[in-house]
Nanobody
Framework: QVQLVESGGGLVQAGGSLRLSCVVS????????MAWFRQGPGNERDVVAA????????YHADSAKGRFTISRDNAENTVYLQMNSLKPEDTALYYC?????????????????WGQGTQVTVSS
């Protein structure tokens, strides 16, 4: 059984930084495609960034480019999202997701496993 546990969310002022972490249980983590999604109140769950199992192929949404960076440590079964220059519009519940297919995807329906989410709130 695969479990994803996120951490690192919190309250931060605009312009600040946070690093989200997602620890994945399961012996085949290194082959999963991993992603971060976010969902604000009344909004759909949108992709923020994704990374292929080897780490060489990544995707960052336009809203994240230049500010957020996704990375992974297969030895630690962990994926990270470094978020810099945070804005109030980044406020959302951030979810970690895993996909068994070794290819980056940007739709929520493409992912097989989900964490419970970690709240990020950015004050102005």
């Amino acid at each position: 059984q695969v479990q994803l546990v996120e951490s690192g969310g919190g309250l931060v002022q605009a312009g600040g930084s946070l690093r989200l972490s997602c620890v994945v249980s399961g012996r085949t983590f290194s082959t999963y495609t991993m992603a971060w999604f976010r969902q604000g109140p009344g909004n759909e769950r949108d992709v923020v960034a994704a990374i292929k199992w080897g780490g060489g192929s990544t995707y960052h949404a336009d809203s994240a480019k230049g500010r957020f960076t996704i990375s992974r440590d297969n030895a630690e079964n962990t994926v990270y999202l470094q978020m810099n220059s945070l804005k109030p519009e980044d406020t959302a519940l951030y979810y970690c997701a895993a996909r068994k297919v070794p290819m980056v995807a940007i739709t929520a329906g493409s992912y097989d496993y989900w964490g419970q989410g970690t709240q990020v709130t950015v004050s102005s």
